[in-house]
Every structure is written in C-alpha cells, then in structure tokens.
C-alpha cells in the first residue's frame, strides 16, 4: 500500500485565545479529490492555509509526497522554515482564492507567466509557451492580451486557476474559488474546476456547492468548530450523513 500524496495529522491552529483547528487528520492520495464542506467559521479555509503555511500551524504536521512541509526536523525538535526555504515547497501546491489577486498592470498571459519566469528561473519564451498552454486549458488562450480590469469575476478567476496550474504542483488547493462570484459566473468556472478533475489532478476544495461536491470529489470531509465530524464517498456524506449535525448543515442548505 502507497503512501498518501498529502498527509495531515493532528493539524491545530490557534489565534490567540481562539482555536479554530482541533487536531485534525487528513490524508490524500494522489488523483484524488476532497471536498471539504461546513458552516462558515469552521476551520475549511485554515486547513488549506495550513496546508501551504501561508498561516504556520500551532501544532501537527503536514506531508507532501513524503516531505514535511514548513519544518524540519533538528533532533528531537520541530524547526520552522525561513520565507526562503518554503518557497520551493510552496510551489508544488498551487492555491486558488476567493479572490483573485492578478496583478492589473499585467495582461492575462504576463500575470500566469510571471511565477515560472520570475520566480522559478524558467526562460521568458518558455514561460509565455507553459501560459499559453494553461490558458486553453481553462478556455482563456483567447483573452491573452486583455488586462485583468476587462475581464468578468468568473474569466479573472480561471486565470487564476491557469496560474496555479502554471506552476505545475502536485495538488491544487481551491479556496471557495466561486464566492467571490455573481451566480450566472459560477458555473463556468465550477466546469474548469470538473475538467481539471477529469485529468488526474490531485485535489483539496473547499466550497460551499454541494452539488458539484457530490459531482467532482472522491471523498467529501464536513466540518464544524474546527475538527472533522465525519468523511468519507459523496454518497454516504451528502445523500446519507450518519451525524446530526452534518444532516442539519445539510438540510438547511436543501442539500444543493
């Protein structure tokens, strides 16, 4: 039996006297796709920034493929990385948010080849080359030399997401990648989000359609107050929840 892809175990997370991660335990295995569900404030988001320490955990630890993420180990110590030796970790997850964070002195194709060029050393023909490759994929080759301003919600943000993919990482974080959306934008990214599945892409969603959840995942994790109340197949999690509180989550939602 494999290793999983990514490992959480005993993830905590605390802001101050606030602790809205309880010990929480995941595991993925490569090709496969989790979606994570639950009531605002339950910890979905600070998993993800967990993930890729764009928040650095109070406790646990995190693997991907085998390589503890944003530590080391210094003897019987936990050490935390410097800004710079997380960098290349980083890389190999892409994250897409809520919103969208392009850059609006750039055009479309600058903004997914800047990270392999500026940040990874690629060569500047080879970057605009990957770009462009990442743009047809999420259907956006043709708005290459627009600028972010003319763009709707839901085109910036599957030119977020060709950015992601630009890095070419190992499993790709979505972040609520369609709250920041107008409802008639939704479902054009939603069916990027499907394509990208349907090639193997290792996931982690976080999203409060239930629907596409029971489409895309593979497994779909419900959280409250910070810990997992239960995980397992679309089928068992949405259409027939074994816990109270996920059948009332659920229910108050009309089960997408």
Known sequence: MTDPLLKIEGLRKSFGALEVLHGVDLALDQSRKVAIIGPSGSGKTTILRCVNYLEVPTGGHVWLDGELIGEKRVGDRFVHLSERELAPQRREMGFVFQNFYLWPHLTVLENVALGPWRVQGMARREAMDLAETMLDKVHMGHKRDEYPERLSGGQQQRVGMARALA??????????????????????????????????????????????????????????????????????????PRHERTRRFLGQLGRG
Do not use: N
């Open 167 to 240: 890095q070419q990482p190992k499993v790709i974080l979505f972040d609520e990648p369609t709250s920041a959306l107008d409802p008639e934008l939704v479902g054009e990214v939603l069916s990027v989000i499907q394509e990208l599945a349907a090639e193997g892409r290792t996931m982690i969603l976080v999203t409060h359609e239930i629907r596409f959840a029971r489409d895309v995942a593979d497994v779909v994790v419900f959280m409250d107050g910070g810990r997992i109340v239960e995980q397992g197949p679309p089928a068992a999690v949405i259409d027939d």
